[in-house]
């Protein structure tokens, strides 16, 4: 079975360019969630997704983060304009939901804001 | 509030030794659930064991065991003869009802980096 698939891996960029994630998560996995992780740091949560309906999104900075995830399957967290500030790595994770099912975690995308 | 401690921040033992890795968990939940999460140098995180909060039986999992003690709201992670490839970064993470939308949610500890050397 397919674990979850982040891309791109890496992604170095300037300051206040803009830069997209994308996700696709394990099959048949309902709940979607993007973590940032700083270095040294355990991941936390940013947005949360049951199917196509953010059901929580407290956590992102919604002046410059901004995700969708269409038709309930892959999504996309975007940043724009990026600060220097942003550079971390962003973790895709998917489950079955709830609080009692264990989360899948992507390999993450690295980045760096110059 | 809910919360997640791991006080120890980097651990170094030598091949063969066993260690434990310290967790201490805060919630006002009666219902909750504990993950204990494996992260290589890759940086993918690695599902290890989910406990939840009315099973304080201790689990075995050949060289891994996990200690659930609500009274000291912990939950320890043994490595039994420690290897080199046990070398990595181990969060501990808190899943709770909460209110709202947070429901499921993870809280994540800081993590603790086991070195294993040869």
């Known amino acids: 079975e397919a674990g979850v698939v982040q891309s791109p891996r890496y992604k170095i960029i300037e300051k206040k360019q803009p830069v997209a994630f994308w996700c696709n998560p394990i099959?048949?996995?309902?709940?979607l969630y993007w973590y940032l992780q700083n270095l040294g740091q355990g991941p936390e949560l940013l947005i949360r997704y049951e199917n196509e309906e953010a059901v929580d999104d407290s956590q992102l900075p919604k002046d410059r983060f901004s995700a969708e995830r269409l038709k309930g399957v892959d999504s996309t967290l975007k940043i724009q304009p990026a600060e220097l500030g942003d550079s971390a790595v962003y973790l895709c994770?998917?489950?079955?939901?709830?609080?009692?099912?264990?989360?899948?975690f992507g390999p993450g995308t690295r980045l760096t804001v110059t | 509030a809910q919360k997640v401690t791991q006080a120890q921040t980097e651990i170094s033992v030598v091949e063969k030794e066993d260690v434990t890795l310290d967790c201490v968990y805060e919630?006002?939940?009666?219902?909750?659930?504990l993950f204990w999460y494996k992260q290589p140098p890759s940086g993918e995180l690695v599902f290890l064991i989910r406990r939840n909060s009315f099973d304080e039986q201790n689990e075995i999992s050949g060289r891994y065991s996990w200690n659930f003690q609500k009274s000291t709201s912990s939950f320890n992670f043994t490595i039994t003869a420690s290897q080199v490839v046990d070398s990595a970064v181990y969060f501990c993470a808190l899943s709770e009802y909460g209110y709202g939308g947070s429901q499921g949610n993870l809280i994540f500890g800081k993590g603790t980096k086991l070195s294993v050397k040869p």
């Open positions: 919630t006002r939940d009666t219902t909750y659930y």
């Open positions: 994770a998917s489950s079955f939901g709830g609080i009692s099912y264990e989360q899948y």
């Open positions: 099959s048949g996995h309902n709940t």
